[in-house]
């Protein structure tokens, strides 16, 4: 049984514990939810300042959405997300001793096409509560569309995004959330092309989490060939720009729990990716540092290799 049947067999005995535990919509309440319009402007148009100082750190969140992409893990990619923005570790991150100190962020979608979802907030000290507003409002996206893997658009909403931002940065990062290779729209030239572009441009760098079966282990080769930025671009101060990497998380489960440790196995993936994005290092040694800790205690035996969150 592969993990798309799998996880459709299990929604039915466990979806309504993760929608009682996480707050996750079942496929029927899409229609339900508030429709929030896709925006016009690259800015926020409420929660973004009118400071021109650079930040420490700009961040484009990029989340697939093609059809290989179930409802389920739709809603998971936008729970993880948004509960990582809103946490303490996040908030630590930016404004322990050696962190940024502020961030610009900004949430955009792939599938056919790209879009920005959320667009630019620049957050710094004294802002904190605008994490809490965008977890929100990710929280409270509409699905788009269910279309094909098209890793091209997304790197071209990144660029778009990159380009737009008002705020000049010392370090800036597109975090790809994908499970599948690039599969329309052009070739994995044009692809690399413009993951190129996002670094000489922009001096920014491509990470990618990625959520495979035991059918697709070969996505990760992928996605260090095409998509994650390589080490060989320099900024245009002389350093080395930061090379990308990939981190993984395993979906295929036979037990009854699947979605329920899919969701904690992404929380915890996507919470320790983000927080050394943003504060360059492990989440561990964050809370070392700042005395603090997630809640829930996450079963690493569920992850396939030991090199892997």
């Known amino acids: 049984m592969n993990r798309r049947t799998f996880l459709r067999a299990a929604l039915g005995s466990v979806g309504g514990l993760l929608v009682a535990q996480y707050g996750l919509a079942s496929p029927r309440d899409y229609m339900a939810q508030a429709s929030n319009p896709i925006p016009t402007t690259f800015v926020h148009p409420k929660l973004a300042s009118n400071r021109t100082a650079p930040v420490g750190a700009r961040i484009v969140c990029l989340y697939d959405i093609s059809a290989s992409i179930d409802e389920v893990e739709h809603d998971i ?9 809103a946490s303490e570790d996040f908030k630590n991150a930016i404004f322990y001793p050696g962190g940024p100190q502020s961030i610009a962020i900004c949430v955009a979608d792939f599938g ?36 094909s893997t098209n890793h091209i658009s997304g790197l071209r909403i990144a660029n778009d995004c990159m380009a737009h931002c008002p705020w000049p940065a010392k370090r800036s990062i597109v975090d790809v959330l994908t499970d599948g290779e690039h599969n329309s729209g052009g070739s994995v030239t044009e692809l690399v092309v413009l993951r190129d572009q996002l670094a000489t441009q922009h001096e920014a760098t491509i990470n990618a989490l990625i959520t495979l079966d ?20 320099l ?21 009854a729990g699947a979605l329920v440790k899919y969701n904690d196995a992404m929380k915890i993936a ?31 035996t569920f992850l396939p290799r030991p090199n892997i969150f």
Do not use: C
């Open 214 to 233: 035991r059918n697709t282990f070969e996505l990760e080769k992928w996605a260090k060939d095409y998509l994650i930025t390589p080490a060989r671009f």
């Open 112 to 147: 056919d096409t790209g879009e920005v979802r959320v667009p630019w907030i620049d957050i710094g000290l004294g802002d904190e509560d605008k994490l809490k507003l965008l977890a929100h409002e990710i929280r409270g996206l509409k699905r788009r569309q269910f279309g």
């Open 235 to 255: 900024k245009r101060n002389g350093a080395l720009l930061d090379p990308g990497f990939v981190k993984i998380v395993a979906t295929q489960q036979t037990d």
């Open 77 to 85: 990619q936008l729970e993880v997300m948004a509960e990582t923005i």
């Open 270 to 300: 996507f919470r320790r990716k983000l927080i050394l994005e943003v504060a360059g290092i492990e989440l561990d040694e964050l809370h070392k540092i700042t005395k603090t800790g997630i809640s829930a205690q996450i079963n690493n």
